[in-house]
T-cell receptor
Framework: GQQLNQSPQSMFIQEGEDVSMNCTSSSIFNTWLWYKQEPGEGPVLLIALYKAGELTSNGRLTAQFGITRKDSFLNISASIPSDVGIYFCAGFDLFMIKAAGNKLTFGGGTRVLVKP | NAGVTQTPKFQVLKTGQSMTLQCAQDMNHEYMSWYRQDPGMGLRLIHYSVGAGITDQGEVPNGYNVSRSTTEDFPLRLLSAAPSQTSVYFC??????????????FGAGSRLTVL
């Protein structure tokens, strides 16, 4: 089945710095989604990407749909303490409509922590 | 709008006990699903439903049952709990993007411990 590799698995941020994370797939997607999960809560959608090369921002967050359609990137600029949480990528392709009831494939998550 | 509501928030069971995790959504979404989240494993799909009366298995369905008698509700049943089912469970409902992808709205989660 399809797999999404998300990296890094965890990272420490210092207030004010820019950080990035990425997801790579073994197959092509036509939609990429990025979610953030805060402690004790469910994931919340941050950004949705629809086509190769697309670059979309949501405040200090910027995500890109890779040209090969097999990867996506999320950047956080000027980190602040409330950026901590787990960030998940999720991918979808048209094959999934018939094969799996439109389900998304999720990456393993990137845990963002604050440097002590 | 309450969104997706899950109950209970926390539950402790003994091996062999049964229980039902409740999930309700008020957004009139057709698609609903259950995921479990385990450390280092991300989110794994247990069961999903594309509409009332229709359910299907996800990646890890063993040990779980679901039903969808109404658009709003999608309960998850554990018939005989096992320690391997200790996890955090998320219910989600979704609308569909123009690309065909479902954009999931998640509940706050139910933390289940099986002793």
């Amino acid at each position: 089945g399809q797999q999404l590799n998300q990296s890094p698995q965890s990272m420490f941020i210092q207030e004010g710095e820019d950080v990035s994370m990425n997801c790579t797939s073994s197959s092509i997607f036509n939609t990429w989604l990025w979610y953030k999960q805060e402690p004790g809560e469910g994931p919340v959608l941050l950004i949705a990407l629809y086509k190769a090369g697309e670059l979309t921002s949501n405040g200090r967050l910027t995500a890109q749909f890779g040209i090969t359609r097999k990867d996506s990137f999320l950047n956080i600029s000027a980190s602040i303490p409330s950026d901590v949480g787990i960030y998940f990528c999720a991918g979808f392709d048209l094959f999934m409509i018939k094969a799996a009831g439109n389900k998304l494939t999720f990456g393993g998550g990137t845990r963002v922590l604050v440097k002590p | 709008n309450a969104g997706v509501t899950q109950t209970p928030k926390f539950q402790v069971l003994k091996t062999g006990q049964s229980m039902t995790l409740q999930c309700a959504q008020d957004m009139n979404h057709e698609y609903m699903s259950w995921y479990r989240q385990d450390p280092g494993m991300g989110l794994r799909l247990i069961h999903y439903s594309v509409g009332a009366g229709i359910t299907d298995q996800g990646e890890v369905p063993n040990g779980y049952n679901v039903s969808r008698s109404t658009t709003e509700d999608f309960p998850l049943r554990l018939l005989s709990a096992a320690p391997s089912q200790t996890s955090v469970y998320f219910c989600a409902s979704s609308y569909r993007l123009r690309s065909g992808a479902n954009v999931l709205t998640f509940g706050a989660g139910s933390r289940l411990t099986v002793l």
